[in-house]
C-alpha cells in the first residue's frame, strides 16, 4: 500500500526564457514569516538592535548560508568529485549544497554582524536560530515539491514513488519528516522556551541558539535513518550517514553553548 505522489508541476508559470518555480517562491515563503518572526522579536525588545538591522542581517545571511553551504559540500560531501573538477565548484546551479554548512556560514555572518553593529553575538544568534524553521518548513516543502532528497525504501502505508526515483519503489517521504519535524515542532519548542524562559526570569542570551543545535541536531539524527544517503557516500560509519555524524556533533556544540550562556549573569531581557 501507498500513498500516490501529489504530482505539483515544478514550474509554476513562465514568461519566455524566465520561470517561477515552487522551489524558489517557498524559500521566498520562509523568508517573509523568518524575518517577520526576527522583528517581532525586536519589537518586544529582546535584542539591542532595530527592525531596519534586521533587513541588514538578512544580507549577512545569505552570503554565510550560500558560501557555507557550498564551500562544506564541496569539502565535506563529494571531495572526489572537485578534486577531479574544481572548476565544477563554482557550478552552484547543478546543485549540492549541505545544511550543516550553511548554518556554520551563518554563525559566522551573525558574528560579523555583530561586530560591525557592535551588539551581543548571543542577541543575534538566538533572533536567527528562532526565525530559522520557518525557513527550513518551507524549504523541505520545496523539496517534496521538486521529488529530491527523498527517503529510504519501506513498507510504511504511507510510502510513496517519487516520480525522479530511478528505481520508482515505495519510499518514506522524509522532506515531509523534515518539515513538519525541524520546521514546526522545533519552531514551538524555541517559541515555547523563550518565553517560559524570559517570564521565569532564567533566560540568558545564547539559550535559544544552543536549544537549536541540540534540537536540530537531535530531529535530523533520528530522520536520517529514513533518509536516503547520498549517492556518492553512502554510510560512512557503520550504519550511520554523514548527516548522523554532523548532527551528532551540533547536539554537543548545542551542549555546550548552554552550559557557557548560564554561567554569565541574566540578560534581565523582558516580554
Known sequence: ????????????????????????????IGYIVGTTVAKRRVRRGMVPFDEAAVDSLVGYLVVGMLLGARIFYVFIYDP????????????VWHGGLSFHGAALGMALACLVFAKRRHVPFWSVADTVALAAPPGLFFGRLGNFINGELYGRATSVPWAMIFPTDPLRIPRHPSQLYEAVCEGLVLFVVLMWLERRSVRGGWYRQGLIAGTFL????????????????????????????MGQILSSLMIVIGLVVIAVVYRRQSTGATT
Not at 80 to 91: E, K, N
Request: hydrophobic residues 50%; aromatic residues 20%; positive net charge.
Open 214 to 241: 541540540v534540537g536540530y541536531g537531535f530531529l535530523r539524527y533520528l530522520i536520517e535513518f529514513t533518509r536516503q544517503p547520498d549517492a556518492q557516500l553512502g554510510f560512512v560509519a557503520g550504519p550511520f550517514s
Open 1 to 28: 500500500m501507498i500513498i500516490p505522489y501529489p504530482h505539483i508541476p515544478p514550474k509554476i508559470f513562465s514568461v519566455g526564457p524566465l520561470a517561477v518555480r515552487w522551489y524558489g517562491v517557498m524559500y521566498v
Open 80 to 91: 572526489v568529485h572537485y578534486r577531479a573538477a574544481p572548476l565544477d565548484a563554482f557550478a
